[in-house]
């Protein structure tokens, strides 16, 4: 078995045609493009502006949510400051559902200890939960 | 019974030590994962000396923690988050491990949008030499998810990350491989 070619390759998933053209709409200029399916949605999780993004589709092309990973340096000022008043910022993910904007946060206290922060657009706390 | 254990399976010794006390049948799971982990841990360190110290723990940890341990999962893929949840919190904590850091001063250059379909295998000590390029989380999540083909959302748990991080940190690590196999062929 060539290991590397199970790493690199991504599996075969049959995507519907509506599924693939919403996709392409929205994300023109995605690349390194990885499907899955699972419970009747669609994942998809790619690059897009050299950003990882994973976004999840109906069986009609409606987009659900999308995630985006941003880099540390590139969070909105305020909401940095908001999140690193509750630890040392590990990751951060903005998080488009239909309705909403909001971050995913790890965060680590000064033991290391991990925690997934949650807040909304203005980096208000919604939740905070030990990992 | 195989009175040495040889012929038990590792979910049925689990079980007899903890529903009849049998606790000297640990030492088949011992002698049977011990260079399994061993092998994991000095892949994430490079120090055998280390590697048999954190090999050690790790299984004093899990028999002690036999008890929380569900069944809904095959023991070794337990024991394998067990071990690289070990390692990578050791290595945070005693070698100050810090992947976004690592991340912002590694940036990859170029984000390569094919499929890898050469014909000729890669060697496992070629593919190894790569994972060593990559940051050592990333060659963990490589490990957890292809070599002993986890659940994301318990490599996440190891990790102690999101799962949505653990995807995306996963990428990633996929894209920085294949951009240094390139950079070494071309």
Known sequence: ?131 | MAENGLEISDEEIVRRIRKGGETELYSVLYKRYYPKVLDKCYSLTHSRELAEELTGDILSKTYEKLESFKGNATFSSWLYSVTYNHCIDWLREKKKLHYPEWNSSNELPEIIDEAYDEEEAISYDKLMTLLDRLHTEEKALIMMRYFDEMPLNKIAEALRVTESAAKMRLKRAKARLLFLYNKNEN
């Not at chain 1, 599924?19 to 999780?45: G, T």
């Not at chain 1, 922060?117 to 939960?129: A, M, V, Y």
Request: glycine share 2%.
């Open chain 1, 1 to 131: 078995m060539d290991l590397f070619k199970k790493i690199i390759n991504v599996a075969t998933v049959k995507v519907p045609k509506a599924v693939i053209d919403s996709m392409k709409q929205i994300f023109p200029a995605a690349k390194n493009i990885e499907w899955s399916h699972d419970r009747s949605l669609f994942e998809v999780i790619f690059y897009h502006d050299d950003l990882e993004k994973i976004a999840r589709y109906d069986n009609d092309g409606t987009l659900l949510e999308y995630r985006v990973n941003i880099p540390l340096e590139r969070i909105p000022k305020r909401i940095r400051k908001k999140a690193s008043d509750e630890g040392e910022i590990m990751n951060c993910i903005e998080f488009h559902s239909v309705d909403s904007l909001r971050y995913e946060f790890i965060v680590r206290d000064k033991d290391l200890v991990r925690y997934l922060l949650l807040t909304d657009k203005s980096g208000n706390k919604i939740r905070k939960e030990k990992l």
